[in-house]
T-cell receptor
Framework: KAGVTQTPRYLIKTRGQQVTLSCSPISGHRSVSWYQQTPGQGLQFLFEYFSETQRNKGNFPGRFSGRQFSNSRSEMNVSTLELGDSALYLC????????????FGPGTRLLVL | AQSVTQPDIHITVSEGASLELRCNYSYGATPYLFWYVQSPGQGLQLLLKYFSGDTLVQGIKGFEAEFKRSQSSFNLRKPSVHWSDAAEYFCAVGDQAGTALIFGKGTTLSVSS
């Protein structure tokens, strides 16, 4: 079974631009979560989607948004990029059938110049 | 506040020696505990998890962890470290859904020959 895939793997943007990252969960998984990883703040939860609805949200500004499609694929968008948004963005999927385990993708590394 | 503390930022262990990585958590509800490993440029791989039952849990690659509720700890151990174990290790806590995980800042393990 294929793992979680994320595209693109690397991205360079400039301040003020916006960016969209994509995540394809493991087949059959219905929950997708996003995390931001930076050297200073570590791993922080952004949000979780289940059945096309945002079910949980971390403490990030409204510039960070996401969505989930009917096939469980998810995208996250960051508008008006700031230098501090440079990070590794990790997507994780899980079955959502009880006591869950999240499986992580390789991440998208975003550099904002 | 909910949090995870990994007191050791960096640990160096000789190959073949035993390993213990510390993790302490603060969580209001019943904690679901996880250890993940991240190799350079990679996503997170689940080593083991604790949901309930036996407080000593076995994971992949010969790792084990012990949940001690009285000490709010979930330390990771391995009896004999291999050079391939060099990586960054993250302890995390979450609720039963296991999605909005709270991560520690990580411990970097170096293995010397």
């Amino acid at each position: 079974k294929a793992g979680v895939t994320q595209t693109p793997r690397y991205l360079i943007k400039t301040r003020g631009q916006q960016v969209t990252l994509s995540c394809s969960p493991i087949s059959g998984h219905r929950s997708v979560s996003w995390y931001q990883q930076t050297p200073g703040q570590g791993l922080q939860f952004l949000f979780e989607y289940f059945s096309e609805t945002q079910r949980n949200k971390g403490n990030f500004p409204g510039r960070f948004s996401g969505r989930q499609f009917s096939n469980s694929r998810s995208e996250m968008n960051v508008s008006t990029l700031e230098l501090g948004d440079s990070a590794l963005y990790l997507c994780a999927s899980s079955l959502d059938s009880g006591e869950e385990t999240q499986y992580f993708g390789p991440g998208t590394r975003l550099l904002v110049l | 506040a909910q949090s995870v503390t990994q007191p050791d930022i960096h640990i160096t262990v000789s190959e073949g020696a035993s390993l213990e990585l510390r993790c302490n958590y603060s969580y209001g509800a019943t904690p679901y505990l996880f250890w993940y490993v991240q190799s350079p440029g990679q996503g997170l791989q689940l080593l083991l998890k604790y949901f309930s039952g036996d407080t000593l849990v076995q994971g992949i690659k010969g790792f084990e962890a012990e949940f001690k509720r009285s000490q709010s700890s979930f330390n990771l151990r391995k009896p004999s470290v291999h050079w391939s174990d060099a990586a960054e290790y993250f302890c995390a806590v979450g609720d039963q859904a296991g999605t909005a995980l709270i991560f520690g800042k990580g411990t970097t393990l170096s293995v010397s020959s």
